[in-house]
């Protein structure tokens, strides 16, 4: 069973960068790999998603020009370097993995890393 393991998450100041990566075990062909975030006492959002076979990416309003999602096909790796960092962008960041085309929801979930930005 393929599991999804974050690490890279961490203390930073504003304007400071961090580059999260994620992990999956076993064999892992998903339709797509996304990094989502949740803030204390808000819902879980949308930050970054790529496609695995063609690469193309998709981003969060806010994200876009400071964030960037990459995949390492060869090594099973999704990676979210994040610049320019906010403290609107403390929450903890999980990965996920969208396992068809043919469903909605993203269906396998890593534990999280959680990422602090101070003002």
């Known amino acids: 069973q393929v599991q999804l393991v974050e690490s890279g998450g961490g203390l930073v100041q504003a304007g400071g960068s961090l580059r999260l990566s994620c992990a999956a075990s076993?064999?892992?062909?998903?339709?797509?790999m996304g990094w989502f975030r949740q803030a204390p006492g808000k819902e879980r959002e949308f930050v970054a998603t790529?496609?695995?076979?063609?690469?193309?990416?998709n981003y969060w309003d806010s994200a876009k020009g400071r964030f960037t999602i990459s995949g390492d096909k060869v090594k099973n790796m999704v990676y979210l370097q994040m610049n320019s960092l906010k403290p609107e962008d403390t929450a903890v960041y999980y990965c996920?993995?969208?396992?068809?085309?043919?469903?909605?929801?993203?269906?396998?979930w890593g534990q999280g890393t959680q990422v602090t930005v101070s003002s």
């Open positions: 790529i496609r695995w076979s063609s690469g193309i990416t």
């Open positions: 076993g064999s892992f062909s998903p339709y797509a």
């Open positions: 996920a993995a969208k396992s068809s085309a043919y469903i909605v929801a993203f269906d396998l």
